[in-house]
């Protein structure tokens, strides 16, 4: 039977410095789908902390530090805007359809939103980037302040939104500042939660003998984890597949690694799962089967100097949550205003300004 060993190695890193970040998920559906017309999720340090969708028509808190600091009327102004954005993402995708001249089918139209802030170098970054059926439409570059589209679908609407210096500069406003001060208030707002450490448990499965072996990480917080499989003690990437980042229903994250090699080759190999966080528990792990027959894992714990917290963020479905991938890293905003949230959502269609409301 396969060997294979597990590494967990404990980052000595304080769990609240680093990059913090504050992000908005748009998603409007069409079509004959399981799924709400149009939901909007709200993450700071990639944990959700809002939510609505078009079945409830309501803004709703999802953490306790968020519930104690905010009022009704914040909550009555997200609604109102996320109400106003779900008319706004109707048009966008029958505009979507028209452009790559489709008339039938389900679709979706996503909006990925936010800011950055580095507690320690004091850095920041924003981001908006649009997608239509889970590929890049649209985003904007903040540097060179001017949209970008990799289809040509998208030519029209850049044309519009690149002669609009006001609009802009609005949005460079906010990625710059008014995000970033809702993002201090957020951070301040669940510091006694968003400050904890969770380190990742980590299990081996595998069905039989020849199936593939997952390397499963879950209940670790902040999501930072990078997971890796070594051959022989040398990194190996060959028939290696990384699994989405997601979010537990405890506020922590679970990612998973499978790796595909013939049971001749494990034997003639050794292989291990690394999984890097900057946690402190570690416990003991097996190999578990379908046969409810396991190996014993070895837990080596080590020390690293720092960790690489590779994150690839990903939208809504599932429980609030539909992922979305983006093969760049994924990248949001807002726009201006002295609220909580002001925030606009332009439309696709190239001669309308858009709607903007504010929360």
């Known amino acids: 039977m396969m060997r294979v060993v597990v590494i967990v190695l404990l980052g000595v890193h304080l769990a609240y410095a680093g990059t913090h970040s504050l992000k908005y998920f748009y998603t409007g559906a069409s079509g004959d789908i399981d799924f709400p017309e149009f939901t909007a999720v709200g993450l700071v340090d990639d944990g959700q902390f809002m939510y609505f969708d078009s079945n409830i028509k309501k803004a ?10 905010e009022g009704e009327d914040y909550w009555d102004r997200e609604t109102q805007v996320l109400i106003g954005s779900r008319q706004v993402f109707k048009y966008n995708i029958q505009i979507a359809k028209e452009r790559f001249n489709q008339s039938k089918g389900a679709h979706t139209v996503q909006i990925m939103y936010g800011c950055e802030w580095d507690d320690q170098t004091g850095e920041t970054d924003g981001f908006r980037q649009y997608g239509y059926d889970g590929e890049d439409f649209l985003s904007l570059d903040l540097k060179e302040m001017r949209w970008i589209s990799p289809v040509p679908q998208g030519v029209p609407t850049v044309h519009k939104w690149n002669n609009d210096r006001a609009d802009l500069e609005g949005r460079k406003h906010y990625l710059s500042t008014v995000c970033i001060e809702w993002l201090k208030k957020y951070l ?5 939660s968003l ?6 448990q980590v299990s081996l499965l595998q069905k039989d003998p020849s199936s593939p072996v997952t390397c499963h990480a879950t209940g670790f917080y902040p999501s930072g ?13 060959e ?19 499978t790796i595909r090699v013939t049971p001749d080759e494990w034997k003639k190999n050794r292989f291990s799962c690394v999984v890097e966080h900057q946690g402190k528990t570690v416990t003991e792990k097996k190999i578990r089967t379908n046969k409810e027959t396991s190996v014993p894992i070895a837990i080596i714990v080590g020390a690293v100097t720092a960790v690489t917290a590779v994150i690839l963020l990903v939208v809504i479905g ?7 991938r983006k ?5 949001p905003v807002k726009p201006s205003d002295d609220s909580s949230s002001q925030r606009s959502t332009n439309t696709l269609i190239s001669s309308g300004s858009g709607s903007s409301t504010s929360s």
């Open 318 to 324: 599932v429980a609030g949550f539909m992922v979305y």
């Open 327 to 331: 093969k760049k890293g994924f990248k």
């Open 195 to 200: 400050q904890k450490t969770v380190s990742p």
């Open 60 to 69: 709703v808190p999802k953490t306790e530090w968020i519930r104690q600091n």
């Open 239 to 257: 028939d290696v597949d990384l699994g989405e980042l997601l979010p537990n229903e405890d506020g922590t994250f679970q990612r998973t690694s």
């Open 225 to 237: 984890v990078t997971i890796t499989w070594m051959k022989n003690g040398q990194e190996h990437h």
């Open 188 to 192: 301040e707002y669940g510091k006694s």
